[in-house]
């Protein structure tokens, strides 16, 4: 059983086929054939770095290098840990995994600060398929409007018969505390007025493996964008956007987190949705939306005898989950094989980026608030993404709300390389989505407006023009392959 472990840990498939024989790692293929001339039909190199193809007419010792170079990369990429197992990776022990869990699956209510303007009770109402912490087909309101000079502005969304007005976001808070058996005529439930004609859907994301993806190094991505530029000769160039990490005033990181990038750190990211989606105020974000209506004292959420508040725990929570494992039976076909292959030749990886590796245990990210443990250092993961913005046609003409995400304390601070014409660029980029666990999702895109592949694949435009092209020009037998690679995902 443990070889078995340790193979699947490595993600490692080794098949037997009509004319060869392959073993294939998620990042590359080896296939070796008896007969001369074999057609090695199926057998595709699914590696942008390595490649080790038609071993056919070679000799014994071709292949026996092969083997070994294979068993030797294999052996030095170390995989994160994959499964929708409710396992800890092994940043927190599984007992307080299954306590931070609870955590998040917590239904709260008026008395534990819930609202007073929300859009759930829990984060597990949103973050839940195929377990807690994945995704849901739930979906949250944003709007917004220009000023006279073009530029985006946030929402104004007046309640109480137009007496107060709610300024500093785009989310639309779909539910509220009141009216209520106490606050009977108080009206505080948010609607978007005509003022606010920029408007979108976004679909909730998935969390599961957010630890790796939190540990790759700023200076990781920086790269990519430095060189998919380079590569496709200014075609395709993500933007990676410094972000305010809240934990630490002043410090910025590259932004990973949400469709647009805003957050760099779970941390942050976990009290901005406690205050945004379920009204709870917290050490990192203090600041209720309304106080309408409010009954319990400020902040919500506050650290118990053990020095740590929610948002700690959601955090530690979600450094402490897998990432979405492949459907091996699926991804194991000659169909999803060829899929994988073609996926990578017509382009999609140039932003679907396959395999990242998550900086070396000890550094230091987040603005330096957050230490990589063993559990998150030195890990090679399969996201299929490369988390940058870009524009593919779709963008929902919304920029990100400084005060929403990070308080109303961020105009206070002078923030290391915070730039607010970069940040207005952004207004119709959305994030390229990490793949990994797209099987799990009914709902494509940001807006969870594509139920296809095809259709999803299709929408885009912008910057993914040309990979869309060429996407179009294959057969039908060869799109239906990359849409199977897909499912496998
Ligand atoms: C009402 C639904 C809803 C609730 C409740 C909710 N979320 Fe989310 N979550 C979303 C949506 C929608 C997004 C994408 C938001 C965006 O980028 O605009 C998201 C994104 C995220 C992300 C970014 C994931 C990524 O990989 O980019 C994190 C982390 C997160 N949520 C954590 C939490 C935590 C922790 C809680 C509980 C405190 C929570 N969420 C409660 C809907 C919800
Ligand atoms: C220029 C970068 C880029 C390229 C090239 C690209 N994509 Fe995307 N992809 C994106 C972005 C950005 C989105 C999100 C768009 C949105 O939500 O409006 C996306 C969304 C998707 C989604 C929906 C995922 C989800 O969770 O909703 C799928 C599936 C997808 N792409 C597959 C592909 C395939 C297959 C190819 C190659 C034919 C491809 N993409 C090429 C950037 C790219």
Known sequence: MASHDARARKNIHFHSRKNFWQGCSHDFCVCFGVTPNAALEGCEITDRNLSVKSLTRVGVLRALAAIILFAGVTAFADDAPTGFDTLTNGFADQDTFAADLAKFEEVEAIKDGLGPVYNAQSCRECHQNPVSGGSSQITELRVGHLDQRGRFQDARIPIVRGTVVITGRSLVNDRAICPNKDFPNTEIQ?????????????????LLGDGFVEAIADQTLIDL????????????????LRVPIVEAPGQTAIGRFGW??????????????????????????????????????????TPGADGLADIDRFARFVRSTKAAPRDD?????????????LFQRVGCVICHVQSLTTAPVGS?????????????????????????????GTG?????????????NVYNIDWKGRSDELVQRTRNKIRTPPLWGVRMRARLMHDGGSVTFSDAIRRHRGEASKVVRKFNDLNQ?????????LRSL
């Open 190 to 206: 948010e609607r978007v007025p005509d003022s606010e004609n920029i408007r979108t859907l976004r679909v909730s994301l998935n």
């Open 225 to 240: 964008a430095r060189n998919q530029c380079r590569a496709s000769r200014g075609a395709i160039c993500g933007q990676a």
């Open 260 to 301: 647009k990038d805003q957050h760099a750190s779970l941390l942050s990211f976990a009290a901005d949705a406690y205050l945004n989606e379920m009204g709870i105020t917290n050490p990192l974000q203090p600041d209720e939306v309304t106080t309408l209506c409010n009954t319990v004292s400020e902040p919500n959420d």
């Open 329 to 341: 039976t699926l991804a194991a076909t000659s169909q999803a094989v060829k899929g994988a292959a």
């Open 364 to 392: 230091k990210v987040n603005g330096s608030a957050f230490t990589v443990p063993d559990a998150l250092g030195g890990k090679t993961i399969h996201p299929y993404s490369d988390f940058l913005l870009h524009d593919v």
């Open 396 to 408: 929902d003409g919304i920029v990100m709300a400084w005060t929403e995400h990070y308080g109303k």
């Open 477 to 485: 037998a060869d799109r239906q392959a990359i849409e199977e690679f």
